[in-house]
């Protein structure tokens, strides 16, 4: 079985984080609980007004350097190992883009009692955001860094890629707290999905369900590539989640902009789970489905660049073949109403 989780709340806690255009945040409420079957998650999401880059100088860059990992070491490796492993399979199947920091922090009994420890980790943290700037790199250390700590201490679950763009160059951080909390085997998962955040930020802005449905299907795909997950029942429970959103309510056209949604239409925000994200793979599979070859290889390499040349409506209906946009969502609805046999079939056309 595998578990999905599900929308309880929208707090955005961390309001310090939006307004340095934190891509996203996909947090975990306190999971103790190691039952899977028992597993109550909840999602929180904030985003910042600068949702993606479009200024090409505060893009993603492929690079030379190893991602830097700051973590507290007597966390067990287990944890780490896991998540730079996701990282490292999707680095070698995107490009390795940077300068990425990845924060592991966690604590499953006492291992961040130490305020040594504690300091250890935010100043890598604040020096890594503000470098000699003392006194950006000293109310770093008060508040941000320090609601790191806070936060792994307090028990919270998150993974999330911020994205700094008040440096030079831009910095991504993949940031993991009390990763120990994510049911396995789905932290591989959780870690394809944030560093497919970080490559879609080296290319023009998405409508949210096209960079959430893209973060989950290549960590689906990818996922089953390295058996950790199954590609075809995590789209099948994709599908179940997409169609628990009763009709005529919302639909993916809605979670074009979820920052519009927070701000317009909050009440949909429920469904950002099962659009954006279940629907997004889904929708994402039918635009490799209907393009030439139905390559998810091809998908990577040759959509995504598109994307800059005249807007992303514009490199879906020419990846998919489609006439317009409205005719994407209208097939795409389509494909929404056919039996489960049949989308599944759609499922395995799509080729490597
Ligand atoms: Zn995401």
């Not at 998150?158 to 994205?163: C, F, N, P």
């Not at 409508?207 to 960590?219: K, Y």
């Not at 990577?300 to 990846?319: H, I, N």
Request: hydrophobic share 35%; glycine share 6%; charged share 30%.
């Amino acid at each position: 079985m595998i578990p999905k989780f599900d929308i309880l709340n929208n707090k955005s806690p961390f309001s310090l984080l939006r307004s340095e255009s934190l891509l996203l945040f996909e947090m975990f409420s306190s999971i103790h609980n190691n039952i899977l079957t028992g597993l109550f998650a909840c999602l929180f999401f904030v985003f910042g007004s600068n949702a993606v880059a479009d200024k090409t100088g505060q893009r993603m860059e492929l690079v030379q350097t190893e991602p830097e990992y700051v973590r507290n070491d007597n966390y067990h490796e287990k944890w780490f190992r896991v998540l730079r492993e996701g990282i490292n399979v999707t680095r070698n199947y995107l490009g390795n883009y940077g300068p990425l920091c990845v924060y592991i922090i966690g604590e499953e009994e006492d291992e961040l009692q130490s305020d040594d420890i504690a300091k250890k980790i935010i100043t890598a943290y604040c020096r890594n955001r503000h470098g000699e700037k003392f006194d950006r790199v000293s109310d770093c250390l008060k508040h941000n860094g320090a609601s790191l700590i806070k936060r792994a201490r307090d028990g919270s679950t998150e993974a999330y890629l911020s994205y700094v763009d008040f440096l030079e160059k831009p910095l991504a951080e993949l940031v993991f707290i009390n990763p120990h909390g994510f049911p396995m085997p789905y932290l591989h998962t959780r870690g394809i999905h944030e560093y497919v955040h970080v490559f879609q930020r080296a290319f023009a802005r998405t409508p949210t369900w096209l960079t959430e449905g893209g973060a989950e299907f290549l960590a689906f795909y990818l996922g089953d590539k390295h058996d950790w997950i199954d590609f075809e029942e995590s789209m099948k429970d994709s599908m179940r989640m997409a169609q628990k959103v009763k009709k005529g309510e919302a639909t993916l056209i809605d979670f074009e902009d979820v920052e519009k949604i927070e701000n317009e239409r909050p009440h949909l925000k429920k469904y950002y789970r099962h659009l954006a994200y279940d629907a997004g793979a889904w929708a994402v599979a039918f635009i490799i489905y209907r393009s030439e070859g139905r390559s998810v290889k091809n998908f990577t390499m040759e959509f995504y660049p598109k994307l800059d040349e005249k807007g992303w409506r514009s490199a879906v209906c020419q990846y998919g073949g489609f006439e317009d946009v409205d005719v994407f969502y209208k097939e795409f609805t389509d494909l929404l109403g056919e039996p489960l046999e049949k989308k599944m079939e759609l499922i395995r056309e799509i080729k490597p």
